[in-house]
């Protein structure tokens, strides 16, 4: 994503264009507000975030584009896991919740996941093709050092649009269909959220598997030092493929860096 040319006609409608896709890709956080807080680490280097039931609280749907077909949240329990389950139907929206997490002390993000099938017509490279069976979205707040002026500007018509609370980046954790596993990449529509892949293939499909990422490592690598958490998603996609996905998930915590995840 090139800098802003503020001095050029059309700024503006271009500018607009990047907020669309800053929304769509960074999660909405404007519709997280008034969530419940995060429940603070334990004194033992353990934080839960995503411990699921009926209510699904204090999870929230978040439908980025009028219009667009929403998937479909709902808590089950799934080979005796206490989960979201989520199906998409060529449709895509998040389930979201602010996060206060103190990455120094518990960087490590651990849960539990599982697809039916990855989207044979996904492709990570493509806009067209910017579909996940499973997707995990971390987002972020930077520092202002780290936002050069275009990038402040894009921000601050985005925010003006959808709310003060839109993140700055984010790291998005997906289930691919191609790509190898390791693989770290912009997204299609903006280096603002940064890709990487955590399982491909169905190799794993049709079962609960566990997941544990260094999110401090990944942040200082991806955007540099100062970045905060603050808002957790969870989606499957399947808009631009008009495809089909069932996904699960559950178990969402943050570690000490010595400590196991809790997969009691």
């Known amino acids: 994503m090139g800098t802003l040319g503020l001095g050029r006609p059309g700024w503006a409608e271009q500018a607009a264009r990047l907020a669309l896709a800053l929304v769509s890709v960074l999660a909405g956080a404007a519709a997280a507000q008034g969530m419940a807080a995060t429940v603070p680490a334990d004194g033992t280097g353990l934080q839960w975030v995503g411990r699921f039931d009926p209510s699904l609280a204090p999870w929230h749907e978040v439908r980025l584009k009028s219009g667009q077909r929403p998937n479909t949240f709902r808590f089950a329990v799934w080979e005796g896991v206490k989960a979201v389950e989520v199906t998409s139907q060529a449709s895509m929206s998040l389930l979201a919740r602010p996060i206060t997490v103190d990455l120094a002390a518990t960087p490590v993000l651990c849960w539990r996941w599982r697809i039916g099938a990855t989207l044979s017509q996904a492709d990570m490279l ?6 996940y069976a499973a997707r995990v979205y971390v987002s972020l707040r930077l520092p202002a050092s780290a936002l050069g ?14 709310g003060q ?3 700055d980046a984010a790291i998005n954790y997906v289930w691919d269909n191609r790509q190898p596993v390791g693989t770290i990449r912009p997204n299609a ?8 892949v955590l399982r491909s293939g169905n190799g794993d499909a049709g079962r609960w598997v566990w997941e544990r990422v260094d999110v401090r490592r990944d942040v200082m690598r991806l955007f540099g030092p100062g970045a905060e958490a603050v808002q957790l998603a969870i989606t499957a996609d399947t808009d631009n493929t008009q495809s089909f996905a069932r996904s699960g998930f559950a178990d ?11 997969q009691t």
């Open 189 to 196: 529509y903006t280096d603002r959220a940064q890709m990487v």
């Open 252 to 262: 969402f915590h943050f570690v000490a860096p010595d400590r196991p995840c809790d």
């Open 165 to 167: 609370d839109l993140p």
């Open 149 to 162: 002026l275009g990038l402040r500007a894009q921000l601050a018509l985005a925010r003006a649009m959808w």
């Open 126 to 131: 493509r806009r067209d093709g910017d579909d």
